[in-house]
């Protein structure tokens, strides 16, 4: 009860003002006067219990994935450090892993199934241990690539559609792979396939 008095002071101390003056004056007016008012406070009472639920669902948390909300808060975290879209990073880990954090595929490993070619560099870069297989290690390298890649492609003039595809191409094939075979489309279409399922469920 307690709780109900704080949500409705600011209303309810005047509805109950109101409809007692008009309650004394007992006119048809008097009586429209009031229901009004009281809808209005009811309203105003409403939309504030709407506005603080919809507070308490976190943005970054995604329901239907397979990855713990805190795992999803550091790469929603460092996704918008690095101004990458928090959507097309969840689709990067669908496709590459299915979120599965110790996945591995011949040399590539983790959440980005990152190659074992670069893990030497990205310690030594990013300051971190040499440990693929932890998620939180992983996504940082992970989203650092991808970041470094579209500022490389940026750099050669390339928005849009185009720099999209150059950036999963090169990420799949290796910067010198896109160079020679142009753009991977069964990766970019597989990862699209795997972003609308991320936004589906958004």
Known sequence: MTTFFKNVSRVGIMTVMVMALLTLADSKVGKELASSFTKQSDSNILQGFTVKAEAASPSYYVKGIPMPAAQQKYLYNLSKQR???????????????SFKPKARGGSNYGYFQINKVNHARLTKTLRTKNAPFDPYVNMNWGTYMI????????RKGLRGTALKNAVLSAYNRGEGGYAKYGVAKSYVNKHNQCLSYIKARM
């Open 147 to 154: 970041s470094d890649l579209y500022k490389k492609y940026q």
């Open 83 to 97: 101004g990458l879209n928090y959507a097309e990073m969840l689709a990067f880990i669908k496709h590459e892993s």
